[in-house]
């Protein structure tokens, strides 16, 4: 069983299965040769390139990204084991284990022209006692009259033998119908799905510039009417058109009006900043670069932490910004707002218009960052290079193992590590500070958990 870790918190929960969990996994077990890989190769389509060896690594777990029917999964190739290594029914088991550890389901892939060997015995008692599904593809069935053969594998204890031909494709759309079924749900419904233009939060303290930044980007006449207004009561949304492009900037009613009592009170503050972000996909956070930052900036950031969305800082009434002012308002950007190095900033002026153009092209970026996949088997090649290069730090003697990683969501990034053991919060934080080098990301908050074999 798994352990899923939060690292943030440190607090260790049983997985269960919420819609930001990662893929469900389908491992791939076998012998050599009897065709994993073009088994492999016929599932992800080949439309993922195999990653590159790193020399003088072992690599004996490989994942994919896959997709049938629109289910979407990650296919773990758990390798082969070396014959002539020394006690290879050890290893064999030791293998179908890490298998079993690892997936929701198991595919085991037999050569139905040779029939069950002893290896194919041994690895078939442990899938018996594993309870997982287990899928038994009797491969190389290249035509008919091989089908018979295929029933031989009967005699593993392991259900209705599926004969198929990877090399051909015989039967391998049937065979993923199979494993699709024995996949545990996943729901995912994503704000790029919904459609329509993006979603914008404007957040700020009062007075900080937000409908004076609001009337600029509209311009009075360009202000488009939505549909939607009508609908809601009180908060409603404005579609700006910016760069070409429609834009919803929610719940702008309490900005428009103006409201000074109602945004005073913090306790209102927060509930309307949670609500638009509960609607927004990205957060522009003003900040007056003018004053000193405040408590009330810090909490206006935090909120978009805790809301996961992407962030762009923009520091306006940049125009009251002298050379002296400029100097403290870095240090304490560097003291203050540590928790978000990842944010995009801008310095803008509402009142002269500067920098005002840079806002679009932040939001771009952040919501890219926010939005982007990176593809498994590129995920796994980087992290076994980046542990090879700094190993986690021993632990109680041991020395825990990255088994595999895998995108579990965007919207924001989220990233699962499968482990064989604790890694440090240090660890962690390193290997996001890695993933951001590698992949971008800049606008967007990172999630990375793991999830320990126990
Ligand atoms: P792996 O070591 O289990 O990954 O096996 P490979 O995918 O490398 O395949 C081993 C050999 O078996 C290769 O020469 C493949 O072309 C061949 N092979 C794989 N699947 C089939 C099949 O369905 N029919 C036949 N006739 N040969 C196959
Ligand atoms: P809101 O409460 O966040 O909507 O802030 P407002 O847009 O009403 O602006 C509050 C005050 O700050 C107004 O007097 C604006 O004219 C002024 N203001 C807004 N942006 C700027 C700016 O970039 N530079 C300067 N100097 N003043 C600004």
């Given at each position: 069983d798994w352990v899923e870790a939060e690292?943030?918190?440190l607090q260790i929960s049983e997985h269960d299965d919420?819609?930001?969990?990662p893929l469900p996994v389908v491992a791939i077990v076998g012998r050599?040769?009897?065709?994993k890989s073009t088994l492999v190769n016929r599932i992800i389509g080949r439309r993922e390139a195999v990653v590159e060896d790193v020399p003088?690594?072992?690599?004996?777990r490989v994942a994919y990204d896959a997709n049938w029917r629109g289910r979407r999964f990650t296919v773990v190739d758990t390798g082969g084991w070396d014959?002539?290594?020394?006690?290879m029914n050890l290893r064999i088991a030791e293998q179908a284990q890490v298998a079993v550890q690892l997936a929701d389901v198991i595919l085991f892939v037999v050569d139905a022209t040779v029939g069950a060997t002893d290896a194919d015995e041994i690895v078939g008692s442990v899938l018996r006692q594993s309870g997982k599904p287990v899928i038994l593809a009797a491969n190389?069935?290249?035509?008919?009259?091989?089908e018979l053969e295929a029933s031989g594998l009967w005699a593993l204890g392991l259900g209705e033998p599926y004969p198929v031909s990877a090399l051909h494709g015989r039967s391998s759309g049937d065979l993923l119908d199979i494993v699709l079924d024995a996949l545990p749900e996943t729901p995912e419904l994503k704000f790029g799905e919904q459609g329509g233009p993006h979603r914008v939060a404007l957040l700020g303290k009062p007075n900080v510039g937000k409908s004076s930044l609001l009337n600029k980007l509209a311009g009075?006449?360009?202000v488009l009417v939505d549909p939607?207004?009508?609908?809601?009561?009180?908060?409603v949304d404005e579609l700006i058109e910016l760069g070409g492009k429609p834009w919803r900037f929610v719940d702008t009613a309490g900005i428009r009006r103006r409201d000074r009592e109602l945004q005073g009170a913090d306790f209102y503050a927060a509930m309307r900043t949670r609500a638009a972000l509960d609607k927004a996909e990205v957060a522009v956070v003003l900040i007056d670069a003018s004053e000193p930052l405040t408590e009330q900036d810090l909490r206006i950031i935090g909120l978009v932490i805790e809301s996961g969305r992407a962030m762009v800082v923009a520091f306006n009434k940049?125009?009251?910004?002298d050379e002296d002012r400029r100097y403290y308002l870095e240090k304490e950007i560097d003291r203050q707002l540590v928790r978000t190095p990842w944010a995009l900033r801008v310095n803008i002026s509402?009142?002269?218009?500067?920098?005002?153009?840079?806002l679009v092209p932040a939001l771009e970026k952040a919501l890219d960052s926010w939005t982007t996949r990176v593809p498994t088997s590129r995920l796994n090649a980087f992290l076994t290079e980046l542990v090879q290069a700094t190993p986690p730090p021993v632990r109680g003697g041991k020395q825990p193992k990255i088994l595999f990683a895998t995108?579990?969501?965007?919207?924001?990034p989220k990233f699962v590590l499968f482990t064989s053991g604790w890694l440090e919060d240090t660890y962690r934080r390193f290997i996001e500070r890695r993933l951001r080098e590698e992949f971008g990301f800049a606008g967007s908050p990172l999630e990375v958990t793991m999830k320990i074999r126990e």
């Open positions: 690292f943030d918190d919420d819609d930001s969990g050599p040769n009897v065709g003088g690594v072992t690599r004996d014959p002539d290594a020394t006690g190389k069935v290249d035509n008919q009259q091989l009075e006449d360009r939607m207004a009508g609908t809601t009561r009180d908060p940049w125009d009251l910004v509402a009142k002269t218009g500067r920098h005002v153009d840079r995108q579990a969501s965007t919207e924001p």
